[in-house]
């Protein structure tokens, strides 16, 4: 079941980077930055839609409050996407962020898909609880065949010439989206039994399953925002400052660069958490330290030759193309080098803290990054910076947070060595 999922994944990765890369380099720039706009406003309002109360779901034995939770988050997601709409109607009025440039349908589009993507959330977690593995890994080909038809489609349209009768492309590409992501909910949302849920809600039952489950809503959707709202930051800063067009660039260069480093960091993770859970539940503190050095530093040795690598390649390319904004991609991708190969290194060990049960120290990381994205915004209103520089400016802000976040993993690692010498 676990390969089957695995292939899956491989397969809607391959299918992500293909059209998204492709759609990047022929897609008119502004049009190809509102879709990544779109989808940078989608991704953290989705990730807490629910307020994290489907992450009880996978544990929760009794039935009735299994239902109960399934109730009560998808009730949330109804509440999140209007906050979501308020904020983008928001933002719009205070021509921020491009928000503007958004027109009625992408607007409609663009909350049914946070809709959408919430419910997909809370399929898969109602999935793991029912460990129906195969359900998961079914519709996650089912997105990946999706994926490749519509965006595909999109695609041919723009090389053979006839995109003009899809209107906006960027409306198109998130009308795509949200058709691509209605057919994963189909398949893993349990519709029939959140609407059975919904009208068997008990206010004397609510009430005790979110006294059990606090710790949902209250600390983990707060960490998700400040997670999410870093992750997607740096798009929505180089959107602000320079436009849909730079978007582009600089989210077709993440993407093409990120994406896959951050599905091989996620494999990783799997397997050292394995090996972490082995030394933490038979108290071998000195191996676990051990393996955290040399994971990181087999990581950084990695890391370094990858980035040299990318440096070069990129480089060797830009000296051959004459396409300005393929270049500028090419530029994008040196500068934000470092920063991705520092995220590889620290998150194939970022579970740590969660297995030690030091959430708070994720906070302080969180924080920092709080305030590098305060930070950012004031040196460039102060300075004002071309592209290049902030977009080096942000990877350097990264590489700083998560040389931060590294050192924190390890003074969990050592205050629990030390607490376990006393014993």
């Known amino acids: ?3 089957r999922l695995g292939s899956a994944n491989m397969v809607m990765l391959a299918a992500h980077i293909a059209t ?29 839609a629910g ?27 109804g509440f999140v996407c209007l906050l979501q709409l308020g904020t983008v109607l928001w933002l719009g009025q205070l021509q921020m962020f491009e928000v503007q440039t958004l027109d009625a349908l992408s607007i409609a589009a663009l909350t049914a898909l946070t809709f959408t993507q ?14 129906q593995i195969d359900a998961i890994a079914r519709a996650t080909k089912v997105r990946a065949a999706a994926t490749l038809v519509l965006r595909g489609s999109v695609v041919i349209a723009l090389l053979i010439g006839v995109a003009g009768f899809l209107g906006s492309i960027g409306t198109a590409l998130i009308l795509c989206e949200l058709a691509i992501a209605i057919l994963m909910a189909s398949q893993l949302f349990p519709a029939q039994e959140a609407k059975t849920a919904l009208g068997k809600l008990r206010k004397r039952v609510t009430q005790a399953t979110l006294r059990k ?95 040299a690598a990318t440096i070069l390649v990129s480089y060797g390319l830009i000296q051959t193309l004459e396409d300005a904004y ?8 040196i500068l934000i080098s470092p920063w991705i190969a520092s995220s590889a290194v620290v998150n194939i060990n970022s579970r740590i803290l969660l297995m030690l049960k030091r959430q708070e120290l994720k906070l302080v990381y969180d924080g920092l990054q709080i305030v590098f994205i305060v930070l950012l915004w004031i040196l460039q209103r102060t300075y004002s910076p071309d592209l290049f520089e902030f977009v080096w400016w942000i990877s350097c802000t990264q590489v700083a947070a998560y040389g931060v976040y590294w050192m924190l993993i390890w003074v969990a690692i050592k205050a629990e060595s030390n607490r376990a010498a006393l014993v």
Not at 254 to 283: C, D, H, N, W
């Open 1 to 3: 079941m676990i390969l």
């Open 20 to 48: 998204i890369g492709i759609l990047g380099i022929i897609a008119p720039p502004k049009e190809f930055g509102l879709f990544l706009l779109a989808l940078s406003i989608s991704l953290p309002f989705s990730s807490f």
């Open 51 to 77: 307020l994290r109360l489907e992450s009880a779901l996978p544990s929760l034995n009794s039935g009735r409050e299994l239902k109960t939770v399934l109730a009560l988050a998808t009730l949330s997601v």
């Open 118 to 131: 919430a419910l997909i959330q809370i399929g898969r977690l109602w999935a793991i609880r029912h460990q």
């Open 213 to 307: 489950n606090w710790k949902f809503p209250v600390l983990e959707t707060p960490s998700s925002i400040i997670d999410n709202l870093a992750a997607n930051a740096p798009l929505l800063l180089v959107t602000q400052f320079f436009g849909l067009t730079a978007t582009a660039s600089f989210g077709l260069a993440f993407r093409g660069l990120a994406v896959p480093i951050a599905q091989l960091s996620k494999t990783l993770t799997e397997v050292m958490q394995t090996r972490y859970s082995e030394l933490q539940r038979s108290g071998e503190w000195r191996g676990f330290a051990h393996l955290f050095f040399r994971s990181s530093a087999i990581a950084i040795g990695l890391a370094l030759a990858g980035t």
């Open 326 to 333: 393929l270049r500028e991609v090419l530029w994008i991708i």
